[in-house]
């Protein structure tokens, strides 16, 4: 069965690529997620990152932040962090940077957010991977020196995983539609 362009089906929850930059807060036990999805054709990392930033609803998250924490940004500073000419977008800092992925923390390093695209094949033909995900650091407890998960995680957690599949499902519409001219 075939998955509309912007089909939320065609989103995948699943394991981290063994090189994922994300890796490490994986094996430090917080909590880490990783969602993928596929696109025909090669998209380089830049234009997956200028994409998943400069779509409807990050623009909604972005206005959210201007408002909310001090931390505008506009599409042009998505093409700056994309090209690898900014090392802030918004309320997060570049943690990390490879040629095919990306690790931002928040600015109160509390949550990081990881996008990776890579080479793939789909029905034989060229394809690139998609992934996006993020991690959510224990709050270290200096009292006992415990590391816990903060009370609002577990009710956030499901608006989270949601908004997710919907960020990089509207990502991958974005790139499609620019392949095919719309």
């Given amino acids: 069965?075939?998955?509309?362009?912007?089909?939320?089906?065609?989103?995948?929850?699943?394991?981290?690529?063994?090189?994922?930059?994300?890796?490490?807060?994986?094996?430090?036990g917080d909590y880490t997620d990783c969602y993928s999805t596929r696109v025909p054709g090669e998209v380089s990392h830049a234009e997956y990152v200028e994409a998943f930033y400069t779509t409807l609803p990050f623009k909604t998250e972005r206005i959210i932040l201007k408002w909310a924490v001090a931390?505008?940004?506009?599409?042009?500073?998505?093409?700056?962090?994309?090209?690898?000419r900014a090392e802030k977008?918004?309320?997060?800092?570049?943690?990390?940077?490879?040629?095919?992925?990306?690790l931002l923390s928040d600015y109160r390093g509390k949550t990081r957010s990881w996008l990776m695209s890579a080479p793939s094949t789909h029905d034989g033909a060229s394809a690139t991977t998609l992934y996006f995900g993020s991690a959510v650091l224990r709050d270290q407890k200096t009292t006992t020196n415990e590391r816990r998960m903060g009370r609002g995680f577990s009710f956030l957690l499901g608006f989270h995983k949601?908004?997710?599949?919907?960020?990089?499902?509207?990502?991958?519409?974005?790139?499609?539609?620019?392949?095919?001219g719309s």
Avoid at 71 to 84: M, Q, V
Avoid at 89 to 102: K, M
Wanted: glycine share 6%; net charge negative; proline share 3%.
């Fill in 71 to 84: 931390r505008p940004s506009t599409d042009e500073d998505a093409r700056e962090l994309a090209a690898g």
């Fill in 89 to 102: 977008f918004a309320a997060w800092y570049v943690e990390e940077r490879q040629e095919q992925q990306i």
């Fill in 162 to 180: 949601l908004y997710s599949r919907v960020l990089l499902s509207s990502a991958r519409s974005r790139l499609i539609g620019a392949r095919n």
């Fill in 1 to 28: 069965m075939r998955s509309g362009v912007g089909s939320m089906s065609s989103i995948e929850k699943g394991e981290l690529p063994e090189d994922a930059l994300l890796s490490k807060y994986f094996d430090s």
